[in-house]
């Protein structure tokens, strides 16, 4: 870990509705929300008045009937991400990618060649909104984790430099949810004891959080409301899941609805997997209901792979358990990923006979690599959004 403030957690503002606006000059500066059913994603404007992303649509209009609603186009939004990312490995190849939207740099090599790390982050974020149009707030600071609650706390459009003399001062009158693992029911406990900042929160010794909280989150929160942070930024490092998932939005949905997004949803995943030559075992569902409240169930298989057919397969018998409760409660989320994800070629079994399946597989793809993701689709996603699979992080 670094001595000095050299870490920055770069952070696009609201970024599918920042996008939106950027593309379309009527929604610059009025409310925007992206996403009907669900909210993906609100403008500041829209925020300042409730708006939060995962909101119901109908919860969203009611809090600002004047916002304007547009549907999400992940393609814009992954172009702007790359280019963006582009952006990160120009200023610095230590680069460990969040998500789409959000990065650590560590820019602590660089001083002789580009300057203080508060200099390159101001750099940083003007070279984006040049390129981009995009704005992008940045904090700076010894660890990760004070990086990314500096960006916090300075959002929207911001920079904030928190000095290695003034990390305290700066980090413990915030209050008790700016620490990592701190929601709603952990936040919840601790303002019953009269814990509201994290200030309170490093005035209690370890035992004191472990009974209150549990070995874990206990021990967690300790180190962070005393700033030890000891993990670098990694570079390189491959994701140990691939996922993708969809907002069905209120109302009722049938369960062939619902199979038919988990089918589209599945597709999509495998092919990447496929593109990137890997392979898993653990298929997960995850599952929203009309109430807030979400399920994740899993299932691993045998043996990994990257075929449709089986992944498919395995995430149906997932979903077919979970129908009595979408029935109760209804559904507004459909998730799925595959974890377990292995680099290695999967060993075929014996007898070595040809799977059509991964003839199957391999013709899907190289039709839709020539022409497009759209080019074929399933017959029960005919009429249906194309919009199946949220953008992930660029390669």
């Known amino acids: 870990m670094s001595t000095g403030a050299t870490i920055l957690h770069a952070d696009l503002d609201a970024f599918y509705a920042s996008v939106e606006q950027r593309d379309d000059p009527r929604l610059r500066g009025r409310p925007v929300i992206v996403g009907a059913g669900v909210v993906l994603a609100a403008s500041y404007e829209a925020k300042a008045r409730g708006v939060r992303s995962a909101m119901s649509g109908q919860q969203a209009r009611r809090l600002c009937p004047e916002a304007i609603v547009v549907p999400p186009r992940m393609a814009a939004y992954t172009a702007a991400s790359r280019a963006v990312f582009e952006i990160f490995r120009d200023t610095t190849p230590w680069v460990e990618g969040l998500s789409i939207d959000e990065a650590f740099l560590d820019v602590g090599g660089l001083r002789r060649l580009a300057g203080p790390p508060v200099e390159i982050a101001a750099r940083l974020r003007r070279v984006v909104r040049e390129r981009v149009g995009l704005p992008i707030t940045v904090g700076v600071a010894r660890t990760k984790f004070l990086a990314k609650v500096a960006s916090g706390v300075a959002k929207p459009d911001g920079l904030l430099e928190v000095p290695p003399d003034g990390e305290l001062a700066f980090l413990h009158p915030l209050p008790v949810e700016r620490l990592w693992g701190v929601g709603p029911i952990s ?105 807030y409240t979400a399920a994740t169930r899993s299932h691993t298989l045998r043996k990994a792979t990257a075929q449709t057919a089986p992944l498919l397969a395995a995430a149906r018998s997932l979903l077919r358990t979970a129908l009595p409760e979408l029935d109760r409660r209804g559904i507004t989320l459909v998730g799925v990923s595959v974890g377990n994800l292995d680099d290695a070629p999967v060993q075929p079994e014996l007898p070595f006979t040809r799977d059509p399946g991964v003839d199957l597989d391999a013709a899907v793809d190289a039709v839709r690599d020539r022409f497009g993701a759209a080019a074929l689709t399933r017959a029960t996603l005919l009429g249906r959004r194309p919009d199946l699979e949220m953008p992930r992080l660029p390669d």
């Open 187 to 291: 936040a919840r406990k601790l303002r019953e004891r009269g814990i509201r900042t994290v200030g309170q929160v490093a005035r209690l010794d370890a035992p004191a959080l472990v009974s209150l909280l549990g070995a874990g989150a206990g021990g967690h929160l300790h180190a962070l409301a005393h700033n030890r942070d000891p993990r670098p930024v990694q570079v390189g490092r491959r994701r140990s899941s691939m996922g993708a998932q969809h907002a069905l939005g209120g109302g009722q949905h049938s369960p062939a609805e619902v199979d038919a997004t988990l089918a589209g949803l599945v597709d999509r995943v495998a092919r990447r997997m496929r593109a990137a030559d890997r392979s898993g075992r653990t298929v997960m569902l995850r599952l929203r209901f009309a109430d």
